[in-house]
Nanobody, 118 residues
Framework: QVQVEDSGGGLVQAGGSLRLSCAVS????????MGWYRQAPGKQRELVAR???????NYVDSVKGRFTISRDNAKNAVYLQMNSLKPEDTAVYYC????????????WGKGTLVTVSS
């Protein structure tokens, strides 16, 4: 059973920073994509950032230049450095591990709450 544990959320003032972490309990079949999604109250879950096994990244436009995603394949971990946080970044952030195609899978963390006060 693969477990995905996301952490690092909290309360921060606008302009502040947080670093989210996500650990996967064991090595699973690669290549894959690790990513962070978020869901604000009353809104749909949206992709924030994702990174492939080879390090290719993409971000939602609203976080470009402020957030940085990275991964450590040896530790089965992914991180999200969030700088210059804004109140509109307030949401529950979820870690995702996904592989499409043969031996595919889609695992989610339980989420970590990020609250940005103005």
């Amino acid at each position: 059973q693969v477990q995905v544990e996301d952490s690092g959320g909290g309360l921060v003032q606008a302009g502040g920073s947080l670093r989210l972490s996500c650990a996967v309990s064991k090595t699973i079949f690669s290549p894959n994509t690790m990513g962070w999604y978020r869901q604000a109250p009353g809104k749909q879950r949206e992709l924030v950032a994702r990174i492939t096994s080879t390090g290719s990244t993409n971000y939602v436009d609203s976080v470009k230049g402020r957030f940085t995603i990275s991964r450590d394949n040896a530790k089965n971990a992914v991180y999200l450095q969030m700088n210059s946080l804004k109140p509109e970044d307030t949401a529950v952030y979820y870690c995702n591990l996904n592989r499409v195609g043969p031996f595919g899978y889609d695992y989610w963390g339980k989420g970590t709450l990020v609250t940005v006060s103005s």
